[in-house]
């Protein structure tokens, strides 16, 4: 569902942050991308979700290729990618419930027919108390949580997350980790980017590892 | 491949073991469950907030456009209805003026100048007047009492004119002049074509001065769109990511700038109504007074008529309509700028 070749990507005129990526993200997978901070996950991620052209290389998304792609294409291909945000990216403006239908509400659907869904997810991920909370009142983990929310609400084929666990403890990165161990079991490809070796410990799965610019794969 | 998350998630927040719900499917049978339907209706706030658009800049701005628009509309309106009036009154009459002089028959004169201005070709009708006529059109200037027999007063006669059939003013007055000694053509006429002329110029720079601030009106709006798309740069991210597209987030700000354009434009609108209303008040309160007649015979009444009401709602929806408009293409072309 996703196909790099020979990828490579700089950022205006610095050097190559990643090199000859050749890989495929395949249908139900679940793998870590994994790598010290600066190896570029976070780029990788932004080159998988369409908000980065590579330098060189081709990238094929759903069977497209994203440098031939007509921008007006670009919007039905994010439809089906859900993005967690190392930085949550929720909008401070609206409430959580708010945050969390945004992609609903934006593919024009509505209110009243994805009004149930919504909330049933935000109890899913154990938010149903704070629906009409503004995310400045969210503790971190309460953010990331809806964060996930928001990209799983229109049921993406893929999830990406970047360091999903990076502001939380412990425990509550467990359960995270549990939750997209549960999605990725339901039929949805999982790409999560962590430098957090003691969670990839606690799932055995593919892993992607960035080093140095360049891709290993780890079955 | 389709994404079903079926199974439940191993942990839920309560701690409870079992009764594990599944996850918010769609589609999922029986997943209306009783959370989900004692959700309250919920009105989805703004997803471009209001505070985040320098609304009130905007607004002062617009509203002193459309004051100024609206104004202008309701000037050039007026000069234009009084600039039609007189180029009807031009139309419709001309009159010859017999000056008196020692041992000048008059009576015969006015019969003779009558002849020939009734022989002129778009002439429809010829009116002398009697000297006890010409006597009280003097009335309100000399006063009653006055013998006019001893007065040397200069006698009329109105030509009315067809308006169709071309006057040759010029080919009269030389006739006139040959054959009946002390006669003049009143040359009002030329001097009345200027005027109107005037008007229509006047009236022409009305437009431009319109066209040039809805300019302004335009480019204000397009510096606002920009300056809340550079506000809500976060939020146009988070659209796109999330799958929006780029007529959806134009949507967006199109709708908070409709507002801003609806409200400046009815601040303005109202203004100059009450301008005009006062203005109209204004000049009623003198007539009667010889300064205001004399006004009104020159320029009209200064009332403003229903033709500039209409126009000033045309310029109020017209700059709502532009302000929308205008904040639409911006983000398009910001948002196209951005990828
Ligand atoms: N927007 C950017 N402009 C320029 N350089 C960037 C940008 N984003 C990331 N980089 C550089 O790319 C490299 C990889 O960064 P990143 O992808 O964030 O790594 P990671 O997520 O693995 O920590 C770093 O050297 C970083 O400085
Ligand atoms: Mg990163």
Redesign the interface.
């Known amino acids: 569902?996703l196909r790099f070749e020979n990828v490579g990507l700089r950022y205006g005129l610095g050097p190559e942050v990643l090199r000859d990526l050749t890989f495929a993200i395949e249908?139900?997978s679940f793998q870590f991308l994994t790598g010290p901070s600066g190896a570029g996950k976070t780029s990788l991620l932004r080159l998988m979700?369409l908000?980065l052209k590579p330098t060189r290389g081709l990238v094929r998304v759903f069977g497209r290729d994203i440098l031939t792609l007509p921008?007006?294409e670009?919007?039905?291909l994010?439809?089906r990618i859900g993005?967690v945000?190392q930085d949550f990216?929720l909008?401070d403006?609206?409430?959580t419930?708010?945050n969390v239908?945004?992609?609903l509400?934006?593919?024009?659907r509505d209110?009243?027919s994805?009004?149930?869904?919504?909330?049933?997810?935000?109890?899913?991920?154990?938010l149903?108390e704070r629906l009409d909370a503004l995310p400045l009142v969210l503790s971190g983990g309460e953010k990331q949580r809806a964060a996930i929310a928001?990209a799983?609400?229109?049921?993406?084929?893929m999830l990406l997350a970047d360091e999903p666990t990076g502001n939380v403890d412990p425990q509550l990165a467990r359960?995270i980790l549990?939750?997209f161990?549960?999605?990725h079991?339901?039929?949805?490809?999982v790409v999560i980017a962590t430098h957090d070796i003691a969670l990839m410990d606690l799932y055995d799965a593919k892993r992607l590892v960035l080093h140095e610019g360049r891709l290993h794969v780890y079955e | 491949?389709?994404?079903?998350?079926?199974?439940?998630?191993?942990?839920?927040?309560d701690g409870r073991e079992g009764a594990a719900?599944?996850?918010?499917?769609?589609k999922a049978a029986g997943?209306?469950?009783k959370?989900?339907?004692s959700?309250p209706?919920?009105r989805?706030?703004p997803?471009v907030?209001a505070?985040?658009v320098s609304g009130n800049t905007l607004i002062m701005v617009i509203a002193i456009m459309t004051y100024l628009a609206a104004l202008t509309v309701g000037a050039a309106d007026l000069v234009r209805r009084t600039a039609d009036d007189w180029a009807r009154d031009v139309v419709r009459e001309t009159t010859i003026q017999i000056r008196p002089a020692e041992g000048r028959d008059m009576d015969a004169s006015v019969a003779r100048a009558a002849e020939i201005g009734r022989s002129a070709a778009g002439v429809v009708d010829v009116r002398p007047y009697s000297k006890q006529e010409t006597a009280r059109l003097l009335e309100p200037w000399l006063g009653t009492g006055l013998s006019f027999d001893d007065l040397p007063i200069p006698r009329l006669v109105v030509l009315r004119l067809s308006g169709e059939t071309p006057f040759d003013a010029v080919a009269l007055k030389e006739k006139l002049e040959r054959e009946v000694p002390g006669a003049t053509l009143d040359d009002h006429r030329r001097f009345l074509d200027r005027l109107v002329a005037m008007a229509r110029t006047i009236v022409w720079l009305g437009v431009g001065v319109l066209a040039l601030m809805l300019t302004a009106t335009v480019l204000s709006v397009v510096f606002a769109t920009r300056g809340a798309m550079a506000g809500n740069r976060?939020?146009v991210?988070?659209?796109?990511?999330?799958?929006?597209?780029?007529g959806?987030i134009a949507g967006q700000f199109q709708r908070r700038f409709l507002r801003l354009g609806l409200k400046g434009g009815l601040a303005g609108g109202i203004a100059a109504f009450l301008t005009f209303m006062v203005a109209g008040f204004t000049a009623e309160q003198g007539v009667g007074s010889a300064a205001v007649d004399q006004m009104d015979a020159l320029f009209g009444r200064f009332q403003v008529g229903a033709s500039a009401y209409a126009g000033v709602v045309a310029i109020v929806l017209l700059i709502a309509a532009l302000t929308s408009i205008t904040s639409r293409v911006t983000v398009y072309r910001t948002l196209?700028a951005m990828?």
Request: aromatic share 6%.
């Open positions: 569902m249908p139900n979700f908000a921008q007006r670009l919007p039905g994010r439809r993005v945000f990216r909008l403006h609206m409430t419930y708010e239908a945004l992609p509400r934006v593919a024009g209110e009243s994805y009004r149930a869904e919504v909330v049933e997810l935000l109890g899913w991920v154990g149903g928001r799983l609400v229109a049921q993406p084929e359960r549990r939750l161990v549960e999605l079991k339901s039929g949805t490809s | 491949m389709s994404a079903k998350h079926g199974a439940a998630p191993a942990e839920r927040r719900r599944k996850p918010a499917i769609p997943s209306k469950s959370a989900a339907a959700g209706t919920r989805m706030g997803i907030p505070s985040s976060d939020i991210q988070v659209l796109h990511f999330v799958g929006a597209r780029d959806y196209r990828n």
